[in-house]
């Protein structure tokens, strides 16, 4: 077990191109960090830079206060497991979970002893004589993780280790990594581009986006108190909502009206001086159907009326989607492409809430929509930077 | 393929719609002529030289043609210049396929692994394999020739090295490595690439040495690969004629069977002895093919299990 320490650690390619910059990170000895990002974004660089795997161009890498910049994979005690699980097909389930040992020069017993234990953990016992070939992939994913922790090493890495299961599977084995990732109590660096995960799996977790740290902090401070518009937009499933306003006298205009700031968003604005032009960030459970509000709820936010153009009733509540009129800004669309959203994205910007499951909303149909303007979000429109930080 | 699952084992194939069995009707009817013209160019001069070594046939003397058995067989083997051509075949075999496999390996791995002017350092590489054997074998001979050779000079000088048993038939191994190499490595490269990349990461999370990663993780993946690699270069080492013929034309007991084989058929005329020749080296390439299919090929990682 270990604490790892990435200084201002980069990766630069022979052709120039910057992976990673810069990247600051102290991971605790014990904790379960989750580094996520859209494709691209180096996430999966730094994870082999961890793992020795791909050189560190500049910065320093110490895993226990040691410089481990310049070892081998070999030399680090790290262990990792690969989205491809990466068994040897030739090796059936035992040899591949006891390689590691047998590299090591550990005695037969003890080789057996662990391999045995291990298989017990991950529930493989009645596998250990057959080839990968012939498991299920959620056997196979099992194996992997078998072959990482047998060794006892100071940190696991894992690259998507759950992307390629089907999703019911994949929401089984995220909670069993999550146990044994506490049982074990090992240092872990955890690769995923799903948010969900993300977010259900980690101490702490580190958005990446185009080789440079968005924001380093618990899934809950993450999905709070988003640093800027990539990481409101990438946490937080449906994604919060943006739309472009304009500040002025103390109140918002939006295209769906004007709507008065309140207290605590007003001060926090004042405090990042923000300029006329913002963008409203809301997210989606922050909207309610106004039918079913009382009056002094109903007064206290705002109000606009919209027709329903899809409803989802997903049975313990509606989610209903509106298109909302008017320009959205330039950083938007970008953000929409780099997460995937672009095909959303279409003519005006589309507005997704969470109404409670009593909504009578129609299709097709008016709704009075009501939103909490308290926990409205502002971000710069030029450098994306959040304007409603507390500090 | 999925319906035939579907149905039960016991039934077998014995319950196929009509559009099923009119597709393997069409199937055949689509092969026939491929196999047709396979058996009259293949099938045909098999079945005539077995014929033909069954009888006594000189074409010096046409008037003795006469059917006897197997007596030219026991003619061939019971000859200790067959024997000895037999052993100096398994022997080049042998030495020039190990050696191929170990060069073509280590070249293999050079143009897996290299970066730069990949594609300058495959083709230099395949040039030897892209030249005619017999010019090759020429420019060989006058290496080793012992007036104008500049090889026979730097290492043997004032010898004949061609004339030489031992020397002879280690420049014969050596053209045949020098040619059958780059044939190899690029055999031997598709197998390397079948290796997943994250199966290496793997290893050397593991703890795998790079030798470790090569004997452990490499070499048994591409089993399969290598298997049929070998395959080829032995059933094509086993025929070995055109560098012998060059470089020694036999002499000093350095011929191959198939060297004997065209002595007695083409300038012996004799078409009966010639014939059971070419029927044993026949018989012998298909021993070497059964064993490596039977024998290894069973063994190969992949095939076992079915599924990969």
């Given at each position: 077990m270990a604490?790892?320490v990435?200084?201002?650690v ?6 120039g191109a ?5 990247m600051?990170?102290?991971?605790a ?20 830079m961890?793992?020795?795997l791909?050189d560190?161009t500049?910065?320093?890498l ?12 070999k030399?680090?005690d ?6 491809s ?7 059936s ?7 590691p040992?047998?590299?090591a ?5 003890t ?7 291990a ?7 009645q ?6 070939g ?6 196979r994913q ?22 390629n299961?089907?999703?019911k599977?994949?929401?089984?084995m ?6 044994l ?19 259900t ?7 990446m ?11 809950q ?5 988003p ?5 409101a937009?990438?946490?937080?499933s449906?994604?919060?909502n943006?739309l ?31 300029p ?10 922050h ?6 509000l009382?009056?002094?709820?109903r ?5 606009f009326?919209?027709?329903?153009e899809?409803?989802?009733?997903m ?19 970008e ?17 997704v809430?969470?109404?409670?499951a ?8 008016d709704?009075?929509?009501w939103?909490d ?5 502002l971000?710069?429109p ?9 500090k | ?5 579907v149905?039960?084992p ?13 597709e ?7 092969c ?9 160019v293949?099938?045909?001069p098999?079945?005539y030289?077995?014929?033909?070594s ?5 074409l010096?003397?046409?008037?003795q ?11 061939v ?6 024997w ?6 398994a022997l ?6 190990a ?10 791995l050079?143009m ?5 002017a ?7 590489a ?6 005619v ?6 420019s060989?001979?006058?290496a ?6 500049y090889l ?25 490595v ?12 598709a ?5 997943p ?6 290893a ?18 591409m089993?399969?690969a ?20 060059v ?8 011929g ?13 005329l004799?078409l ?18 059964f ?7 069973a ?9 990969r």
């Amino acid at each position: 077990m270990a604490e790892i320490v990435l200084d201002k650690v980069t990766k630069r390619y022979p052709d120039g191109a910057l992976a990673v910059s810069d990247m600051d990170i102290t991971i605790a000895d014990g904790e379960f960090i989750i580094l996520v990002g859209p494709s691209g974004c180096g996430k999966s660089t730094t994870l082999n830079m961890i793992a020795g795997l791909e050189d560190i161009t500049e910065g320093e890498l110490r895993i226990d206060g040691q410089r481990v910049n310049e070892r081998a994979p070999k030399d680090r005690d790290i262990a990792m497991v690969f989205q491809s699980y990466a068994l040897y097909p030739h090796m059936s389930v035992r040899e591949n979970m006891a390689f590691p040992l047998r590299l090591a020069h550990v005695d037969k017993a003890t080789v057996t002893r662990k391999v045995e234990e291990a298989a017990r953990v991950l529930d493989l016992t009645q596998h250990l004589d057959r080839k990968p070939g012939n498991l299920s992939g959620g056997q196979r994913q099992r194996v992997a993780m078998g072959r990482a922790i047998v060794r006892d090493p100071k940190a696991f890495l894992m690259d998507e280790p759950l992307s390629n299961l089907d999703a019911k599977l994949r929401v089984q084995m995220r909670t069993s990594v999550a146990k044994l990732q506490r049982r074990l109590g090992t240092t872990t660096v955890y690769v995923t581009h799903d948010q969900t995960e993300a977010m259900t799996l980690g101490d702490r977790v580190v958005v990446m986006r185009g080789g440079l740290v968005q924001q380093i902090g618990s899934p809950q401070s993450l999905y709070d108190q988003p640093a800027n518009l990539f990481v409101a937009g990438f946490i937080g499933s449906p994604s919060m909502n943006f739309l472009p306003a304009t500040l002025a006298d103390g109140s918002l205009r939006t295209s769906l009206g004007t709507f008065p700031l309140t207290d605590r968003v007003r001060t926090l604005a004042e405090a990042a001086s923000a300029p006329r032009d913002v963008i409203v960030g809301l997210r989606p459970e922050h909207f309610e159907d106004a039918a079913l509000l009382d009056q002094t709820e109903r007064a206290r936010g705002g109000v606009f009326t919209a027709p329903v153009e899809v409803l989802e009733s997903m049975g313990s509540d509606k989610y209903a989607y509106f298109t909302v009129e008017g320009a959205s800004a330039a950083e938007l669309d970008e953000l929409a492409a780099e997460t995937g959203a672009a095909d959303l994205a279409d003519a005006g910007s589309q507005l997704v809430t969470r109404l409670s499951a009593a909504s009578e909303a129609r299709l097709g149909q008016d709704l009075e929509i009501w939103f909490d303007p308290d926990k409205l979000h502002l971000f710069d429109p030029h450098n994306g930077r959040t304007l409603t930080y507390v500090k | 393929m999925s319906e035939s699952t579907v149905e039960s084992p016991a039934r077998g194939k014995r319950v196929l719609s009509e559009g099923k069995k009119a597709e393997r009707r069409l199937g055949l009817w689509l092969c026939a002529p491929a196999a047709i013209v396979m058996i009259a160019v293949t099938g045909y001069p098999v079945i005539y030289s077995i014929w033909l070594s069954l009888q006594r046939y000189d074409l010096r003397f046409p008037g003795q043609r006469e059917f006897v058995g197997l007596t030219n067989y026991i003619t061939v083997l019971s000859n200790s210049y067959w024997w000895t051509a037999f052993g100096v075949t398994a022997l080049i075999t042998v030495i020039s396929v190990a050696v191929e496999l170990v060069l073509g390996m280590a070249l293999a791995l050079v143009m897996h692994r290299t970066l730069v002017a990949r594609g300058l350092i495959r083709t230099v590489a395949l040039i030897p394999y892209g030249i005619v054997t017999v010019v090759a074998a020429y420019s060989w001979r006058y290496a080793w020739d012992d007036n104008t050779g500049y090889l026979a000079q730097l290492f043997a000088p004032g010898e004949a090295p061609l004339t030489h048993r031992a020397s002879a038939l280690s420049i014969i191994i050596l053209a045949e490595v020098w040619k059958t190499v780059p044939f190899m490595a690029l055999l031997l490269m598709a197998g390397l690439a079948l290796v997943p990349e994250d199966l290496l990461k793997a290893a050397s999370m593991d703890g795998a040495s790079g030798w470790q990663r090569f004997t452990k993780v490499i070499l048994p993946v591409m089993k399969p690969a290598i298997l049929v690699a070998l395959l080829f270069r032995t059933l094509d080492a086993f025929r070995i004629f055109d560098n012998i013929f060059v470089l020694t034309s036999g002499a000093q007991e350095t011929g191959s069977v198939s060297m004997q084989t065209y002595n007695n058929l083409i300038r012996g005329l004799n078409l009966g002895v010639g014939s059971t020749m070419s029927v044993l080296i026949f018989i012998a390439v298909a021993i070497i093919a059964f064993v490596f299919v039977k024998v290894f090929g069973a063994a190969a990682p992949g095939n076992d299990g079915g599924k990969r």
